[in-house]
């Protein structure tokens, strides 16, 4: 039996762009503005890693889709 069962809704790492304090952080982190980082989460989700990814892309200019980008 599972004494404390982890809801990996809550447990998974996911940028908030509606807390403005943690969207900055992720702005910061990644070095672009708060609107790419809500630009982004509304393309491609918000796990930081596909974020991540996206940005990266589209700050090489590259055009393409990313890996793994079911919508872009």
Do not use: C
Not at 14 to 37: C, M, N, P
């Amino acid at each position: 039996m599972i004494s404390n069962p982890v809801d990996p809704r809550v447990s998974r790492p996911h940028i908030d762009v509606q807390d403005y304090f943690e969207l900055r952080s992720w702005a910061k982190r990644f070095g672009v503005t708060a609107g790419d980082v809500r630009r982004a989460v509304s393309r491609v989700g918000d796990a930081p890693k596909d974020v991540e990814t996206y940005l990266a892309y589209e700050r090489m200019g590259a055009g393409v889709q990313p890996p793994g980008s079911a919508r872009w």
